[in-house]
């Protein structure tokens, strides 16, 4: 079975400081990745997805990821934080042959401090 | 424009009582799925389905129905049987196909017990 685990539930950061979100997964076959940003009562916003292809992974509004196989991960990274990037930010997993389910992490909710 | 709606935005259910919660999509996929997210817990899938007069349960189905009728749209009724009906409900769609592909999501009902 599939899982995701996001390291801390909240990270605040100061504006114009690197944003370092961290994703952690376990899957039995190469996975499908995706990072989700989602706005106070709103629905999930795609920012970037890995598919295999590069692994390095660019986004949008600044935000890239890098798939590395050999420690499970998917961490989000962006250089500078703008105030417009507090929000609540979701990774997730699919596997091939799964009929395209995701299986979330908990969420890490980030508060950019000016 | 494309997207998916959901609604009501609010939704106050009694005790003992059915309530019923819409999405439709104009996007032409064929699968959608249905989540519930609570705090601190992302978003766990109740029911998808992958073509219509279809339907496979999820993580958390116990207390929900659902029904495909149309390939636009995916009902989701929360029954008098969930006890913890209190959550902010999420619906999705997407293409079918080998895996990788992306899920959109609608902005959302969240549903409050009287």
């Known amino acids: 079975a599939q899982s995701v685990t996001q390291l801390g539930s909240h990270v605040s950061v100061s504006e114009g400081a690197l944003v370092l979100l961290r994703c952690n997964y376990s899957s039995s076959v190469p996975p499908y990745l995706f990072w989700y940003v989602q706005y106070p009562n709103q629905g999930l916003q795609l920012l970037l997805k890995?598919?295999?292809?590069?692994?390095l992974v660019k986004g949008i509004n600044g935000f890239e990821a890098e798939f590395k196989k050999s420690e499970t991960s998917f961490h989000l990274t962006k250089p500078s934080a703008h105030m417009s990037d507090a929000a609540e930010y979701f990774c997730a997993v699919s596997e091939s042959g799964a009929g395209n389910k995701l299986t979330f992490g908990g969420g890490t909710r980030v508060l950019v401090k000016p | 424009d494309g997207g998916i709606t959901q609604s009501p935005k609010y939704l106050f259910r009694k005790e003992g009582q059915n309530v019923t919660l819409s999405c439709e999509q104009n996007?032409?996929?064929?699968?959608m799925y249905w989540y519930r997210q609570d705090p601190g817990q992302g978003l766990r899938l109740i029911y998808y389905s992958q073509i219509v007069n279809d339907f496979q349960k999820g993580d958390i189905a116990e207390g929900y129905s659902v029904s495909r009728e149309k390939k636009e749209s995916f009902p989701l009724t929360v029954t008098s049987a969930q006890k913890n009906p209190t959550a902010f409900y999420l619906c999705?769609?997407?293409?079918?196909?080998?895996?990788?592909?992306?899920?959109?999501f609608g902005p959302g009902t969240r549903l409050l017990v009287l």
């Open positions: 996007l032409n996929h064929d699968a």
């Open positions: 890995y598919t295999s292809a590069a692994t």
């Open positions: 999705a769609s997407s293409p079918l196909g080998a895996g990788g592909k992306t899920q959109y």
